[in-house]
């Protein structure tokens, strides 16, 4: 959906901003919880927690994030979703969220309430209450910035940092499909998430967001290299749609597109690797796969592996 | 300063995404916590806390917040401290802040570092660690959005709600002199704020950002109306400059510019005003006036009083 009004009795100035507040509370329905915990004070009120917290912000920007072809209930679902993906990369559970729009005052009002019903419907899923946020006027565009509280209910937060020479490295679902829509249809792992920060044998976890090829290094322990058999990857069957196309392989695609949102972990070289993968699909669906292991770095490059140097993932400040 | 570079080398973009974050790291200095709790990971990690949690989010926006007359300093101080005096408008005390920036990849390098720097001064001044954020691109605009959490160490948070009839009605500072400077030069009252929280005789609290007379709105009990005197509301000088040249009265100003970033609050009407005064005085240097009480709703607008429908106050989404 086009995003703005040609006739300004459609656009949210036409509202106003006390009008506008009533009626985002009303999109974000069982969402937005009462007075002092929600939408309405100078701050949002979360109850007090015995667990160390994290926070995360991502936002959604028009022409970045989304376009015209998108639905505006894709792309709340997209923010907070983009959100949720982040906290599931620490292993963590959701709390609460905050949400500051910054829009033309021509932004249709029924894109916003699309934009804020699809986002509910998330928040509803997830059990994330929508607290808070703030609406600013910006000639010309759209920024959807969400912050996302959640906390860490195992006392384990899993960070990038951890892994070791030796460690496997796995990956949930398949990768290189956020061209054919990916990017908005995907499934944040919270459940996986939460279920690798009780796991000892887990020593460091990612989600994808720039490409595996750019967001492995992130995983890499310093003097290590990953290597990757590049018939392991699990390339998405979207990703060999586009290479029929695009002029670039599936493997292209699913290494340096981004917007995957799946979780990338290392598990100690030394745990059962057999037996930590019939846990894994005792308890979940979702594909994993483990894609190769870290090395010490010697001379050369070794025979055999992905040579990542040649893939370079997604650059957010391209001139 | 003009935020956008004529030479690609001097824009961020010239840095690339992976040295501009190391560039913002060393930017904000020991406002830049160590991993896991701060900058480089899919979440920050801020500890547990037993009190409750307070979450606010406020940006700022090129040619809304901050224009080319603004040095980048003033710009990312006045970020913070839109956020902090959210904080000081629920008793609170911050803990920690996350920056989410949207940007034209055209932006000077220069222009970034003095907007960190000026957000690292009063982020040390006030201890919040920035402990993480976001990079996008946003082609053509800044926005700069600041999601500060904080906590209640009194047990008690002060709403905006809870004031009641013939409370009388406080305001800290001076009003009206957004449009001189002082949308940017203020000083959030956090530590006033803190020390009403511990008031039991102060039932409600916000901040003016809207304009007193939009404001105050938001503070009075149902069924009542706030009866202001024109002579006791504290006009700024810069208001009574700006007047002569304006074209509206200096009050004008005080109640409808925004931005003042001063505390708005009600105290009981049974409570002892002087001695309650007096208290202030020995605490703070800050200027505090009682400008009027809550009355029971009659018939017609009670003579003497300020007609408060005659101001709007600050409208953020006029087309």
Known sequence: MHPFASRPADSVSALGETRLIEAIRGWLGPS?????????????????SRHRQLVTVDPVIYREHFD?????????AKLIKRNLSDVAAMGGRPRAAVVALALDPRVKTAWLA??????????RRYQVPVVGGDISSLAGGIVATLTLIGEAPHGRVLTRKGARPGDRIYVTGTL???LRGHHWRFTPRLAEGAWLAGESSVRALMDVSDGLARDIHALTPAGTLPLLTATNIPVSAAARTLARTSGRTPLQHALGDGEDYELLFAVSGRADAAAFEAKWRRRFRTRLTCI????????????????????????????
């Open 32 to 48: 937005s919880p009462h007075h002092p915990f929600g939408i309405g004070d100078d701050c949002a009120v979360i109850p007090a």
């Open 68 to 76: 015209d072809t998108m639905s505006a209930r894709a792309t709340g």
């Open 114 to 123: 699309g934009f804020y019903q699809g986002l509910a419907a998330l928040a």
């Open 176 to 178: 290189g499909g956020s």
């Open 292 to 319: 190769g292991h870290f090395a010490r770095k010697s001379g050369s490059h070794p025979e055999g592996y992905l040579d990542l140097t040649a893939h370079h993932g997604f650059e957010h400040l391209k001139a």
